[in-house]
């Protein structure tokens, strides 16, 4: 899996109910030709990332077709989700 393009925003909570601050990442990724999320067009994950304090963790993800935005029905393995969760620390904290 390779990190070749991403986008993000603060989504703000109007009620005000959820602690901490929460993030959508649109991060589009390649996969090897091999591996079954393999898509010509590209995979995109959303990424609902929730920060309090100085703690950060992924709250919730979806992998979806680039090119039709359709929800596709996977998980990342571990090691993946680690990388996704890493990418978003970093990337948080050179915007924010």
């Keep these: 899996m390779e990190i070749i393009e991403y986008s993000m925003g603060e989504l703000i909570d109007p009620t005000g109910i959820l602690s901490g ?3 959508e990442f649109r991060i ?3 996969f090897d030709e091999e591996d079954e999320l393999y898509s010509e067009q590209g995979t995109g994950i959303r ?3 929730a920060t309090e ?3 950060g963790k992924v709250v919730s993800y979806n992998l979806f077709n680039r ?3 359709e929800v ?3 998980a990342l393995e571990e090691d993946e989700e680690d990388v996704i969760a ?3 620390e970093e990337h948080l904290t050179e915007e924010y």
């Design 21 to 23: 601050k929460r993030f």
């Design 72 to 74: 596709l029905d996977f």
């Design 28 to 30: 589009y990724v390649k």
């Design 53 to 55: 304090g100085d703690q």
């Design 86 to 88: 890493t990418f978003c």
């Design 47 to 49: 990424v609902i990332y």
């Design 67 to 69: 090119a039709t935005d």
